[in-house]
């Protein structure tokens, strides 16, 4: 069993800050991707971040310059520090990591139950 818990989604006011933690937890050999993904009402889920490794990030560009997504393997935790937040920025976000169980399995995906961020006044 493999778990993924999000944490830090909040409400805050444009131009603030938000910083979401994702931790996985269960039988795990290796994890290769982490990631984030939102979802806002009415639209389909969308990439925000992913880091393979410890340093490979890819960003959307609607985020890029504004979060920042970083990892700290040993623990197998995933953060997403989020700056000049706008409106446009909320949504649910999902946690994503694809993982190995064992050492001779294939990767499967796995997702978190989601973190609601909204940006308002």
């Known amino acids: 069993q493999v778990q993924l818990v999000e944490s830090g989604g909040a409400l805050v006011q444009p131009g603030g800050s938000l910083r979401l933690s994702c931790a996985a937890s269960g039988t795990i050999f290796s994890i290769n991707v982490m990631g984030w993904y939102r979802q806002a009402p009415g639209k389909q889920r969308e990439l925000v971040a992913t880091?393979?490794?410890?340093?490979?990030?890819n960003y959307a560009d609607s985020v890029k310059g504004r979060f920042t997504i970083s990892r700290d393997s040993a623990k197998n935790t995933v953060y997403l520090q989020m700056n000049s937040l706008k409106p446009e920025d909320t949504a649910v976000y999902y946690c994503y990591a694809a993982i190995r169980r064992y050492a001779w399995s294939g990767r499967n995906d796995y997702w978190g139950q989601g973190t609601q961020v909204t940006v308002s006044s």
């Open positions: 880091i393979a490794g410890s340093a490979d990030t």
